[in-house]
């Protein structure tokens, strides 16, 4: 990260902390709380945990998630046809700005321009590259899901070695990702299992119920023998009978509709530990198809990138071809921010651009050239 990138800070639990910060010249942004933070020359994760660790000394319990939200724009000067302002796009390299301006200028222009051709062919190679870095990361961060592990990225030799930054920005976008599901599905774990327990309590609190009213029925039921026997005997009223007869009819009543519930208890128990047992494999098959799918956009990408290999080699040929006619020469210099001090220093022309570069153009002529000019 540079002077002029603008970075997007997400912290979950609290939305007051979130937002948009552009970086200043100094290299730092203003952020609540932590005043200014040093960002620049850092990796996105580590002011990701520098910014994080700095708000849990104030508040507890929050997530933070750090990424470059646009970058500051790119300049190309001197000997090109349209010199301006450009925006700048991560793994760009100083010949693809200067396709960008237009190539050298038409008084200049010789031959096919073979260069800048072979430049938009690397571009397009390491664009391709950046698309099979997502999803490898992707698939990492799936593939994790589906084993119930740790979400951990190490870069493939096979992808190359993409800018950094751009490494970072779409690992932290993984991982906020893989969090959040993470924490979704325990959350969701979580309320069926507080469901389960109210079931099992519920249960448990019935049944015991149950057993207090077959106690009460006992009683009762001989509570209406003795009345029927003193009612023979003429030693009681029938009305005694009758009351006591209308109390066992009604305790009767309360077993059923307690019944009722306990099985209504159960059955509901049941679905929940249905759920329970099945929503872990559900997530799995879910990851399972979109992993599966994955990887097939992986193999296209890796044969379009195979293509793309093939077509700077014919290129690279085509500029061979052109013998012995004489190449315009260029020197390439960048104009960026070392230090807090605007310093000018040489690239090559397919040496990385970084955010914020004032790219130079000029002609490196030899003796002849100069004596024709």
Same mark, same amino acid.
């Given at each position: 990260?540079?002077?002029?990138?603008?970075?997007?800070?997400?912290?979950? #639990?609290?939305?007051?902390?979130?937002?948009?910060?552009?970086?200043? $010249?100094?290299?730092?942004?203003?952020?609540?709380?932590?005043?200014?933070?040093?960002?620049? #020359?850092?990796?996105?994760?580590?002011?990701?945990?520098?910014?994080?660790?700095?708000?849990?000394?104030?508040?507890?319990?929050?997530?933070?998630?750090?990424?470059?939200?646009?970058? $500051?724009?790119?300049?190309?000067?001197?000997?090109?046809?349209?010199?301006?302002?450009?925006?700048?796009?991560?793994?760009?390299?100083? *010949?693809?700005?200067?396709?960008?301006? #237009?190539? %050298?200028?038409?008084?200049?222009? %010789?031959?096919?321009?073979?260069?800048?051709?072979?430049?938009?062919?690397?571009?397009?190679?390491?664009?391709?590259?950046?698309?099979?870095?997502?999803?490898?990361?992707?698939?990492?961060?799936?593939?994790?899901?589906?084993?119930?592990?740790?979400?951990?990225?190490?870069?493939?030799?096979?992808?190359?070695?993409?800018?950094?930054?751009?490494?970072?920005?779409?690992?932290?976008?993984?991982?906020?990702?893989?969090?959040?599901?993470?924490?979704?599905?325990?959350?969701?774990?979580?309320? /069926?299992?507080? %469901?389960?327990?109210?079931?099992?309590?519920?249960?448990?609190?019935?049944?015991?119920?149950?057993?207090?009213?077959?106690?009460?029925?006992?009683?009762?039921?001989?509570?209406?023998?003795?009345?029927?026997?003193?009612?023979?005997? #003429?030693?009681?009223?029938?009305? %005694?009978?009758?009351?006591?007869?209308?109390?066992?009819?009604?305790?009767?009543?309360?077993?059923?509709?307690?019944?009722?519930?306990?099985?209504?208890?159960?059955?509901? *128990?049941?679905?929940?530990?249905? @759920?329970?047992?099945?929503? @872990?494999?559900?997530? @799995?098959?879910?990851?399972? $198809?979109?992993?599966?799918?994955?990887?097939?956009?992986? *193999?296209?990408?890796?044969?379009?990138?195979?293509?793309?290999?093939?077509?700077?080699?014919?290129?690279?040929?085509?500029?061979?071809?052109?013998?012995?006619?004489?190449?315009?020469?260029?020197?390439?210099?960048?104009?960026?921010?070392?230090?807090?001090?605007?310093?000018?220093?040489?690239?090559?022309?397919?040496?990385?651009? @970084?955010?914020?570069?004032? /790219?130079?153009?000029? /002609? $490196?002529?030899?003796?002849?050239?100069?004596?024709?000019?």
């Amino acid at each position: 990260m540079a002077s002029g990138d603008v970075l997007r800070i997400t912290v979950y #639990g609290d939305p007051g902390l979130s937002g948009s910060f552009p970086i200043g $010249a100094d290299g730092t942004i203003g952020y609540p709380l932590l005043g200014n933070v040093a960002v620049s #020359g850092r990796p996105v994760e580590e002011v990701r945990q520098a910014i994080d660790a700095g708000l849990k000394e104030h508040i507890a319990n929050l997530s933070v998630s750090v990424v470059v939200e646009t970058y $500051a724009p790119v300049f190309v000067v001197g000997e090109v046809q349209r010199p301006g302002r450009y925006e700048f796009r991560p793994g760009m390299i100083a *010949l693809e700005l200067f396709a960008l301006g #237009g190539g %050298q200028k038409e008084v200049l222009a %010789q031959g096919d321009n073979a260069g800048v051709r072979l430049a938009g062919l690397r571009q397009d190679y390491v664009d391709l590259g950046a698309q099979l870095l997502g999803q490898d990361v992707k698939r990492v961060r799936l593939e994790a899901e589906l084993n119930g592990q740790p979400f951990t990225y190490r870069p493939s030799e096979e992808i190359g070695t993409p800018d950094p930054r751009i490494v970072d920005q779409i690992v932290e976008a993984e991982r906020t990702l893989f969090e959040l599901r993470r924490t979704t599905l325990d959350a969701e774990l979580k309320s /069926l299992e507080q %469901q389960r327990a109210g079931y099992v309590d519920e249960i448990d609190t019935l049944e015991k119920s149950g057993k207090l009213r077959n106690g009460e029925l006992t009683l009762l039921d001989e509570d209406v023998k003795l009345a029927q026997s003193m009612v023979a005997r #003429g030693l009681t009223s029938k009305t %005694q009978l009758r009351d006591k007869q209308r109390e066992i009819s009604a305790t009767n009543r309360d077993v059923l509709e307690f019944g009722s519930f306990l099985a209504r208890a159960r059955q509901n *128990l049941t679905v929940i530990e249905s @759920r329970l047992g099945s929503l @872990r494999e559900q997530r @799995r098959g879910e990851v399972a $198809a979109e992993l599966r799918d994955l990887n097939i956009d992986i *193999l296209r990408l890796r044969r379009k990138m195979t293509y793309s290999l093939q077509a700077m080699a014919e290129a690279g040929i085509a500029i061979e071809r052109k013998g012995g006619a004489r190449q315009t020469a260029f020197r390439f210099s960048a104009v960026r921010l070392v230090d807090g001090k605007y310093r000018e220093v040489p690239v090559g022309q397919t040496d990385p651009v @970084r955010a914020g570069d004032i /790219l130079r153009v000029s /002609l $490196a002529l030899d003796t002849g050239d100069v004596a024709e000019r």
